[in-house]
């Protein structure tokens, strides 16, 4: 398909080869381990027609396939219209037929360093993608999508200084999740956790645009999972970096020697495992969270003690109280399927 094409052709640029970066370089995604810790063989595969719906997996303490989360009520929100890839009735979601927010902009400005400073990465971006497009934003009338969700808010510039430890520490109590980012993905841009704002499984409810992303009503641009685009660009066996929490763990997209990511039955509590990767320029066994399909997608809950989340000021955007930044869903064209890794979907 042709949005296929363009999602490819926007993410096979090369990897850096040194942990360190100036300020300003891209990097995306990060050098990655061909064998490593991933097994030959995960516990199972999740089938992209039929992800588990994760509407009821908000949960007030560390569980497994959950969002442990810091909020415990929410308010009504998010996309306005369940979708025909919704299946309501088994409980699941079809990411091959969701529609995408049309549109292909890109962003000149867009900027992600990442330093080594002591004892700490100091990482800088403008919450922009450096090496993909995002949509049009707001969502135009005219777009399939809008008859789902009708997000109104844009996608600004903003200035991310994040001071995140070089060595994370287990903590001695899983820590839970708040609205808005939870970490940053190598391309720049916030992560968020796997709920909008009603609580709901934000990446099967919401629509966002070519590359997995939206703005909230901050006019924060970012991601509820591991964005295809990502994905498109980590190597098809092996470990690859691809962001870090709030905490400092690192976030890895892995896949077996069949191409596929691991299912939640292969992780613990908070999304994660421990195995050999590369980290801070070297092959090291240590925590970090995988990338799955399945939700919550990407962290499930802290593992480590996590610096301050980035301001949220809902106020900035032009849709008041979107805590998560809701995003809308696909448009004219179905999006293409979500690759487990090398042909496998």
């Given at each position: 398909?042709?949005?296929?094409?363009?999602?490819?052709?926007?993410?096979?640029?090369?990897?850096?080869?040194?942990?360190?970066?100036?300020?300003?370089?891209s990097?995306?995604?990060?050098?990655?381990?061909?064998?490593?810790?991933?097994?030959?063989?995960?516990?199972?595969?999740?089938?992209?027609?039929?992800?588990?719906?994760?509407?009821?997996?908000?949960?007030?303490?560390?569980?497994?396939?959950?969002?442990?989360?810091?909020?415990?009520?929410?308010?009504?929100?998010?996309?306005?219209?369940?979708?025909?890839?919704?299946?309501?009735?088994?409980?699941?979601?079809?990411?091959?037929?969701?529609?995408?927010?049309?549109?292909e902009?890109?962003?000149?400005?867009?900027?992600?360093?990442?330093?080594?400073?002591?004892d700490f990465?100091?990482?800088?971006?403008?919450?922009?993608?450096?090496?993909?497009?995002?949509?049009?934003?707001?969502i135009?009338?005219?777009?399939p999508?809008?008859?789902?969700?009708?997000?109104?808010?844009?996608?600004?510039?903003k200035?991310?200084?994040l001071?995140l430890?070089?060595?994370?520490?287990?903590?001695?109590?899983?820590?839970?999740l708040?609205?808005?980012?939870?970490g940053?993905?190598?391309?720049g841009?916030?992560?968020?956790?796997?709920?909008?704002d009603?609580?709901r499984?934000?990446?099967?409810h919401?629509?966002?645009?070519?590359?997995d992303?939206?703005?909230?009503g901050?006019?924060?641009?970012?991601?509820?999972?591991?964005?295809?685009c990502?994905?498109?660009?980590?190597?098809?066996?092996?470990?690859?970096?691809?962001?870090?929490?709030?905490?400092?763990?690192g976030?890895?997209?892995?896949?077996?020697?069949?191409?596929?990511l691991?299912?939640?039955a292969?992780?613990?509590?908070?999304?994660g495992?421990?195995?050999?990767v590369?980290?801070?320029?070297?092959?090291?066994?240590t925590?970090?969270?995988?990338?799955?399909?399945?939700?919550?997608?990407?962290?499930?809950c802290?593992?480590?003690?996590?610096?301050d989340?980035p301001?949220?000021d809902?106020?900035?955007g032009?849709?008041?109280?979107?805590?998560?930044?809701?995003?809308?869903?696909?448009?004219?064209?179905?999006?293409?399927?979500?690759s487990?890794g090398?042909?496998?979907?």
């Amino acid at each position: 398909m042709a949005s296929g094409t363009v999602l490819l052709a926007a993410c096979t640029s090369a990897a850096p080869s040194s942990l360190e970066s100036l300020p300003g370089q891209s990097v995306s995604p990060a050098p990655s381990v061909a064998g490593g810790g991933v097994p030959a063989t995960w516990s199972g595969v999740t089938d992209p027609k039929k992800i588990p719906l994760g509407d009821d997996r908000v949960s007030t303490t560390p569980q497994t396939g959950h969002v442990y989360s810091c909020q415990t009520s929410f308010r009504p929100g998010g996309a306005r219209h369940d979708g025909p890839w919704m299946d309501t009735t088994n409980k699941t979601w079809d990411s091959t037929s969701k529609v995408q927010v049309q549109g292909e902009h890109n962003w000149p400005d867009a900027e992600y360093g990442e330093t080594v400073q002591g004892d700490f990465r100091i990482i800088t971006s403008k919450d922009l993608p450096t090496h993909q497009s995002t949509g049009t934003f707001p969502i135009q009338q005219s777009d399939p999508a809008y008859q789902y969700d009708t997000n109104p808010n844009a996608i600004a510039s903003k200035n991310v200084n994040l001071t995140l430890p070089i060595t994370p520490s287990l903590a001695a109590n899983a820590g839970c999740l708040s609205m808005g980012a939870i970490g940053i993905l190598k391309n720049g841009v916030y992560l968020y956790n796997a709920l909008d704002d009603a609580g709901r499984d934000a990446a099967a409810h919401e629509t966002q645009d070519l590359c997995d992303g939206h703005p909230d009503g901050a006019e924060d641009y970012h991601y509820h999972d591991i964005p295809s685009c990502l994905l498109s660009a980590a190597t098809e066996k092996g470990s690859t970096l691809v962001g870090y929490a709030l905490d400092g763990f690192g976030i890895y997209v892995e896949r077996d020697d069949k191409g596929n990511l691991p299912t939640n039955a292969d992780l613990d509590s908070c999304h994660g495992r421990t195995s050999k990767v590369m980290w801070n320029g070297k092959e090291t066994t240590t925590y970090h969270y995988s990338a799955t399909l399945e939700f919550p997608y990407t962290v499930g809950c802290y593992r480590g003690t996590p610096v301050d989340a980035p301001a949220h000021d809902r106020t900035g955007g032009k849709r008041r109280g979107d805590g998560q930044g809701q995003g809308q869903r696909k448009g004219p064209g179905q999006r293409p399927a979500r690759s487990t890794g090398q042909g496998q979907e």
